[in-house]
């Protein structure tokens, strides 16, 4: 069993799975690979209320709502671009369109950090993604490369199924120590059992 992690760093496999519903049951695809990660930055959104009582802060609720933050990769290709955001790719193939009318799409995140002693694997189960900025900048003496960036927020799962082990869940990660099947079959598929 590998020791601890003492520090974290880098980022690789960012995969995504599209989620569908089915009587609003989710349902997440296969995961697919989009290559060139090279920031996630997701902090986490929660609100606190404090109840005051006998001259103290008698009650304090924490309310989890998730996370959001960004992703940014060296570039989203076409048919990332088609997925999440639900542009069209024209019959030739040859252009990709984006329509005023079209609203982002449903997914889980999954990605790698590394560590000093074993990478970690994360999936964050429910999330949307607005669309990446286009940039460019003039060559100089040097070539700076321009990468592409969307904010993302992370939800809970809603499942009404009445047993659904990840109703109410955001994100589960998993390292080398845990049962094979879970670490070195991670972006096969996204987890919804959590055993």
Known sequence: MPTANKVHFGLKNVH???????????TWGTPKAIPGAVNVNLAKNEAATDF?????????????????????????????????????????????????????????????????QAPVRYCMYRCVASRPDV???TK???VEV?????????MPVIDPTADSPISGKTYYSTTADTPTADYTGFYGSVNTTLT
């Open 16 to 26: 995504y799975a599209l989620i569908t519903y089915t009587d609003g049951v989710p």
């Open 52 to 116: 005051y009582a006998d001259d103290v802060n008698y009650f304090h609720l924490v309310g989890n709502n998730g996370y959001t933050g960004t992703l940014e990769m060296a570039d989203f290709p076409a048919e990332v671009r088609k997925d999440l955001w639900n542009q069209t790719i024209t019959a030739t193939g040859k252009m990709l369109v984006e329509d005023v009318d079209a609203q982002p799409a449903e997914f889980a995140l999954m990605f790698e950090i590394n560590g000093d």
């Open 135 to 137: 940039v460019g900048a």
């Open 140 to 142: 100089g003496e040097s």
């Open 146 to 154: 321009q990468t592409q960036s969307c904010d993302i927020t992370v």
